[in-house]
T-cell receptor
Framework: KAGVTQTPRYLIKTRGQQVTLSCSPI?????VSWYQQTPGQGLQFLFE???????NKGNFPGRFSGRQFSNSRSEMNVSTLELGDSALYLC???????????FGPGTRLTVL | AQTVTQSQPEMSVQEAETVTLSCTYD???????LFWYKQPPSRQMILVIR??????QNATENRFSVNFQKAAKSFSLKISDSQLGDAAMYFC????????????FGQGTRLTINP
């Protein structure tokens, strides 16, 4: 089976812009979670989607949002980008909410 | 809220030797999952091992094994016969057995393998 894929792999934006990141889970996986990784804050949970519904959300401002489509693919959106949003954004998928998560390669976002 | 602490920012070991990475966690829950993930320079997070808190037996996966001490809230990872490919950041993570998927990660331990 193909693993979790994330597009794009690298992205450069300027402050104030918005960005959309995409994640395609492993075939058959219905849960998709997003994490932000920065040198200062480490790995932090953003949100989880299961069957197109957001099940849990981390402590991030409303500028961070996401959605999941009927084929389980997920997107996350960050509006009004700030310099501090520069990070590696990781997506993880699992069969269900009780199962082990498998991660994608990440999207490296740089905000200038 | 649950927290995970990895007190060793960096560790190094000679190739073929054994190394143990430490992890402690804090939770008021009795059932949960614990994980070790590895992140090599490619940045892809790779699952190393998983432990269910209700299982007393320590999980083992080839050269990787854990020492799970539930009362002490300790979850260390032992890597036997270290190989150059084991060099990576290692993250300990906690997940509640209830509710949605949310991994709480430790700060990570950078493992260097000396040839």
């Amino acid at each position: 089976k193909a693993g979790v894929t994330q597009t794009p792999r690298y992205l450069i934006k300027t402050r104030g812009q918005q960005v959309t990141l995409s994640c395609s889970p492993i075939s058959g996986h219905r849960s998709v979670s997003w994490y932000q990784q920065t040198p200062g804050q480490g790995l932090q949970f953003l949100f989880e989607y299961f069957s197109e519904t957001q099940r849990n959300k981390g402590n991030f401002p409303g500028r961070f949002s996401g959605r999941q489509f009927s084929n389980s693919r997920s997107e996350m959106n960050v509006s009004t980008l700030e310099l501090g949003d520069s990070a590696l954004y990781l997506c993880a998928s699992s069969l269900g909410s009780a199962d082990t998560q498998y991660f994608g390669p990440g999207t490296r976002l740089t905000v200038l | 809220a649950q927290t995970v602490t990895q007190s060793q920012p960096e560790m190094s070991v000679q190739e073929a030797e054994t190394v143990t990475l430490s992890c402690t966690y804090d939770t008021s829950e009795s059932d949960y999952y614990l994980f070790w993930y590895k992140q090599p320079p490619s940045r892809q997070m790779i699952l190393v091992i998983r432990q269910e808190a209700y299982k007393q037996q320590n999980a083992t996966e080839n050269r990787f094994s854990v020492n799970f001490q539930k009362a002490a809230k300790s979850f260390s990872l032992k890597i036997s016969d270290s190989q150059l490919g084991d060099a990576a950041m290692y993250f300990c993570a906690y997940r509640s057995i209830r509710g949605a998927q949310k991994l709480v990660f430790g700060q990570g331990t950078r493992l260097t393998i000396n040839p």
